[in-house]
């Protein structure tokens, strides 16, 4: 399994990003995938997921402002953010797992991409 984020950038308060999760052939139909983040000296925190039949889950921090989207055609997986704030700003990473319980605990995904970072400052 591979995976590789991409898309992150310095963005504005109140700016929009799209994050890209490229994956290898077959992964987004056999695992459940999630986008997670990570801060500094924080914890790795699960925000958004799409499990194998499209059922997409969002955290309280993000819910209303990100939106999670997979082209499983072209083997993609996406993460739609708007209305962006200081605290959005963190490490990006995707990664997945097998089956669509504890879907934001890191510790239940087996393969993770390299992460992609956002910085959101005026």
């Known amino acids: 399994v591979q995976l590789q984020a991409s898309g992150g950038g310095l963005v504005q308060p109140g700016g929009s990003l799209r994050l890209s999760c490229a994956a290898s052939r077959g992964v987004l139909v056999t695992y459940t995938i999630g986008w997670f983040r990570q801060a500094p000296g924080k914890e790795r925190e699960g925000i958004s997921c799409?499990?194998?039949?499209?059922?997409?889950h969002y955290a309280d921090s993000v819910k209303g402002r990100f939106t999670i989207s997979k082209d499983n055609a072209n083997n993609m997986v996406y993460l739609e953010m708007n209305n962006l704030k200081p605290e959005d700003t963190a490490v990006y990473y995707c990664?997945?797992?097998?089956?669509?319980?504890?879907?934001?605990?890191?510790?239940?995904?087996?393969?993770w991409g390299r992460g992609t970072l956002v910085t959101v400052s005026s």
């Open positions: 990664g997945v797992k097998y089956g669509s319980m504890r879907y934001f605990e890191a510790g239940a995904y087996l393969y």
């Open positions: 799409s499990t194998t039949d499209g059922t997409t």
